[in-house]
């Protein structure tokens, strides 16, 4: 056996492989001239595809079992399903029908190239990172990127008629492309949420509203994806105005001492020695 071979972790890269598979099936359904159940299904399966990359992330970071084999398969399974099959999903429904066919087409590589890009630096900084790695991510995420197109194009159409009618919104489509491949290479401050685990512990007023969110996206399963995704666009932009509890408060264990608190105990500061149990917020 060969020992310079990198180990494949079976559970995480199962999920990165679901991922691939959502991509490639959704181009799949978006060839030539798709039906409008098969764009449908094409929007879900990329939705979907954004499920298996947090599953991967979260069970790697759970078992302790991420690795660099690990983050480049998810790389590559990421610039298929939320590059390739989003721009050709762009490019099939609006910019196809442009005036300027050039232009269409350009605005679609516009966003895969800058995309590309964003997995490339991102892949460039963890390999380069020394210590705990940051919970933040630099530009917006492709996959919360690829989550904004499908699912504002989901709540635009009703898909229950023979044909696709995005109606006059659809020019935003272009615009919004554009506006999300600025946003990926920006250096706006994202959060990764790696501060929540299955360890994590709410109050009970976080706990019932994490159930009426779920019941609202299982009960408007067509414009809960949108609030979603697009609300967390517009965290990234307005998050340097919130105050650092309320961010701790959204993005992180508030139990759990923040890299604040650790550089603190380190330094020998006046903050609670380690262990002092720390007050709920």
């Known amino acids: 056996?060969?020992?310079?071979?990198?180990?494949?972790?079976?559970?995480?890269?199962?999920?990165?492989?679901?991922?691939?598979?959502?991509?490639?099936?959704?181009m799949l359904l978006l060839r030539h001239d798709p039906a409008p159940q098969e764009v449908y299904k094409a929007i879900w399966l990329i939705l979907g595809a954004c499920l298996f990359d947090m599953l991967d992330g979260r069970i790697a970071r759970a078992?302790?079992?991420?690795?660099?084999?690990?983050?480049?398969?998810?790389?590559?399974?990421?610039?298929?399903?939320?590059?390739?099959?989003?721009?050709?999903?762009?490019?099939?429904?609006?910019?196809?029908?442009?005036?300027?066919d050039r232009a269409g087409w350009f605005i679609a590589f516009a966003y895969l190239l800058c995309g590309a890009i964003r997995l490339a630096r991102f892949n460039c900084v963890a390999a380069t990172a020394?210590?705990?790695?940051?919970?933040?991510?630099?530009?917006?995420?492709?996959?919360?990127a690829a989550g904004v197109i499908c699912s504002v194009t989901l709540l635009l159409d009703d898909f229950t008629k023979k044909q696709i009618d995005l109606g006059m919104w659809k020019w935003c489509l272009p615009a919004l492309l554009l506006l999300l491949s600025f946003l990926m290479v920006s250096t706006v401050k994202y959060p990764s949420f790696k501060g929540l685990s299955?360890?994590?512990?709410?109050?009970?007023?976080?706990?019932?509203?994490?159930?009426?969110?779920?019941?609202?996206?299982?009960?408007?399963?067509?414009?809960?994806?949108?609030v979603i995704f697009i609300g967390y666009l517009f965290y990234g932009l307005v998050r340097p105005w919130i105050s650092r509890k309320w961010q701790r408060e959204i993005e992180e264990d508030p139990d759990e001492p923040s890299d604040e608190d650790e550089e603190e105990n380190r330094s020998g500061g006046g903050g609670s020695p380690p262990g002092t149990p720390r007050p709920a917020m």
């Open 130 to 144: 020394n210590g705990k790695p940051s919970k933040d991510f630099t530009g917006c995420p492709i996959p919360a």
């Open 63 to 100: 078992v302790g079992e991420e690795s660099p084999f690990g983050r480049e398969f998810d790389s590559l399974a990421d610039i298929v399903s939320f590059g390739v099959a989003p721009a050709f999903l762009m490019h099939q429904l609006v910019l196809d029908h442009m005036d300027n």
């Open 1 to 26: 056996m060969n020992q310079d071979l990198p180990k494949i972790h079976f559970w995480p890269n199962l999920m990165t492989a679901g991922n691939l598979f959502c991509g490639f099936y959704a």
């Open 198 to 226: 299955w360890r994590t512990k709410r109050t009970i007023p976080w706990f019932l509203a994490a159930v009426f969110v779920l019941s609202l996206v299982a009960y408007k399963y067509k414009v809960m994806p949108a």
